[in-house]
């Protein structure tokens, strides 16, 4: 026989929000049972405090009888569920608002980016899918943030086997009812956001192969995806993802579950008295890391594209020219992007995280990506007086845009030196942001 309503009412009232949202799952009878007015009111009380214009009393001794009176007779049943979910989201959005409000004026990015995610309850799951439809979700994850990007690694000794998945999805998770005082819990209520979807069918085939070390090799799919492999198996042993901060709370949260969050379209501002208007006064912000280690940071202001320069529908961004060794940089440590599951640890040698943040002459982002990248030795001796060793370089494109950095080795100080970095953007780019015909 089944337990007594009463009884289960009497259970009800002592969980928390959580709790009563996860009961109210189980069957028809506990949702309604769970969205008791009566019980959620006593919740929602404890939270927040009522507005007096709601139960208009004449005297103080007949305002509690108003709240169990008219607060639960006169609304409809899970009114106050619904309230009280309502307004943790909204407090949530507020907190979260205040957070990204301060922008970063080197990146054009809010300062508070991290604090920001981890004040709504924000994570990151994949989920793996295989022939037959079957669904692995994999969620041990480590993060690892940076000044413009996070760089998510998942590991497990329970993948799946990689000639039965056919796609991989990655999906911004946060809870429905994010609780400061702990952590969030994977059981409880979460809303899922898609952001990306990538397909594993002939991994070593479609994917761009980016390095290796004596136990893994490493596979990039665009955007920002590397998946691990053991060599003597050729299975699964860990994915790791580099996602940028631009946008990265809106993608993470505002999407559903199968369609991603569409960014607002861009309003260009007409400018008829610049002649040369979307080509100069950009700034670079641009990191080069490998997990914990950071190779470069920097910031570089005033590139510009001369008409003349525009060629093959690119606009020609020099950051560091290979005439001018004055603006040559260093990379700071030895370039290897790191990596690491349940049992090994290790460090593919030539490989690195580059994340750019571009932005207008306004300040605001234009071009910003984080994508695993590697080092090619190049075939080209140097050409530079001023320095003897082999020539590296690192090469990236996307649809918007080409960035191109070309490496020294410097045997004597044992460190690589950039002699000549360009980013080419996309004159369809600049035009769809400008409203300009170039």
């Known amino acids: ?49 009522p507005k007096r214009t709601i139960w208009k009393m004449k005297s103080e001794q007949t305002e509690t009888v108003s709240l169990g009176s008219a607060a639960l007779h006169d609304r409809k049943p899970g009114y106050w569920k619904k ?28 300062c508070k980016n991290k604090e920001a995610m981890k004040a709504s309850g924000l994570n990151w799951i994949i ?50 009812l994010p609780d400061q005082s ?68 809106e ?7 199968t369609v991603q969050y569409a960014l607002p379209p861009n309003k260009p501002v007409l400018d008829d008295v610049d002649p040369e208007y979307g080509l100069h006064d950009y700034s670079l912000h641009l990191d080069m890391h490998g997990g914990s280690c950071t190779y470069l940071c920097g910031t570089f202001k005033s590139l510009f594209c001369r008409k003349g320069d525009i060629e093959n529908g690119y606009l020609r961004l020099t950051v560091v ?5 004055t603006k040559h940089l260093p990379l700071i440590g030895t370039v290897g992007l790191s990596w690491e599951t349940d049992v090994f640890k290790g460090n593919v040698k030539g490989c690195y995280v580059m994340d750019v943040t571009l932005l207008d002459e306004t300040g605001k982002p234009f071009w910003c990506f984080s994508a695993p990248v590697s080092m090619e030795l190049s075939s080209k001796a140097s050409s530079l007086y001023d320095y003897m060793g082999h020539i590296y370089t690192t090469d990236y494109v996307d649809s918007e ?20 970095l360009v980013l080419y953007i996309s004159t369809k780019k600049v035009n769809n942001w400008y409203g300009t015909n170039y």
């Open 182 to 249: 702990r952590a969030p819990s994977k059981n409880g209520p979460r809303r899922r956001s898609l952001i990306a979807e990538y397909h594993l069918a002939n991994l070593t085939e479609s994917g761009v192969a980016v390095g290796a070390d004596k136990l893994v090799q490493l596979f990039s799919l665009n955007p920002g995806l590397l998946v691990g492999l053991w060599k003597e198996k050729n299975e699964i042993a860990f994915v790791m993802v580099s996602l940028h901060y631009h946008q990265l709370l």
């Open 321 to 325: 020219s290979l005439k001018d060794n």
């Open 1 to 49: 026989m089944s337990m007594p309503s009463e009884m289960l009412m009497k259970i009800f009232s002592y969980l928390d929000a959580v709790s009563l949202l996860c009961v109210g799952c189980v069957n028809k009878h506990f949702y309604h049972l769970a969205s008791d007015n009566g019980i959620w009111l006593k919740i929602y009380s404890s939270c927040f405090h």
């Open 401 to 420: 845009g080409k960035v191109c950095v070309e490496m020294v080795w410097l045997e004597e100080t044992k460190e690589y030196l950039i002699v000549n």
């Open 127 to 176: 989920v793996l899918k295989d022939k037959n439809g079957r669904e692995h979700i994999m969620e041990k994850a480590k993060l690892s943030f940076k000044d413009t990007s996070v760089t998510i690694l998942w590991y497990s000794t329970n993948w799946p086997c990689l000639d039965i998945l056919s796609t991989l999805k990655l999906f911004g998770v946060m809870p429905l």
């Open 83 to 110: 309230e009280y979910i309502f307004k943790q989201i909204a407090a949530v959005k507020t907190r979260v608002m205040r957070l990204v409000k301060p922008i970063d004026p080197y990146t054009g990015l809010p």
């Open 251 to 257: 993608r993470s949260t505002l999407g559903s579950a």
